[in-house]
């Protein structure tokens, strides 16, 4: 397994891989939900790509982002174990520079529900997902059911920004007390 931090780097991978690429974006702190997405990603394609990143702007000014759980070394020894091929730890300053000034804003679908409660934060999914696509440009993508708007969300990104990749929804894995 490779872990590689720089955007040129991850592209210069990317270009020399043949097949299809399933790519399976996280913010770590992985749990059997992740390692479900990696194990379909794996199966379904030549290579399975992984992103760990902690996205900031997805977080609203009074959720706390320093307090989001970190454990790098866990989660590559768990990546390792489920079999991803390469793991995708970019830094903020690659992901966001300080010029940085573009942003991905679906309408309509963000408008409820979480989007409701927590303004701001599927612009900052939409964005961070779109540049991790034009990163990797992974052949499929996998998401949780967990996550269901958040996958309406992705699902018209991709459609209406002609983005040439399948999103593959993978069901919840649940706890035996039904927790997800
Ligand atoms: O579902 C998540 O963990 C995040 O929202 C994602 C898709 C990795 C974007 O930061």
């Known amino acids: 397994m490779q872990v590689v931090k720089a955007i040129s780097d991850i592209r210069a991978l ?28 794996k199966a379904e394609n030549s290579t399975a790509i992984v992103s760990i990143y902690v996205n900031p702007t997805q977080f609203g000014p009074r959720e706390d982002f320093g307090a989001y759980p970190r454990d790098l070394d866990r ?3 768990l990546l390792r174990k489920g079999g991803a091929d390469i793991v995708f730890v970019p830094s903020d300053g690659e992901m966001y520079p300080a010029e940085f000034s573009s942003w991905v804003d679906v309408e309509k679908v963000t408008e409820r529900l979480e989007g409701a409660s927590r303004p701001g934060h599927f612009r900052g999914v939409a964005t961070v997902v779109a540049k991790l696509f034009n990163i990797v440009q992974p052949t499929r993508a ?11 969300v992705i699902k018209r990104m991709v459609a209406d920004l002609n983005m ?11 706890e035996s007390d039904g927790l997800a």
Do not use: C, I, W
């Open 164 to 174: 040439n990749l399948e999103v593959v929804v993978v069901p919840t894995v649940r």
């Open 75 to 77: 989660d590559l020894e």
């Open 14 to 41: 990317r270009q020399k891989l043949s097949g299809t690429v399933g790519f399976v974006p996280t913010m770590g702190f992985l749990h059997e939900g992740h390692l479900a997405l990696v194990k379909r990603a």
């Open 142 to 152: 996998y998401f949780g059911q967990k996550d269901a708007q958040q996958v309406v």
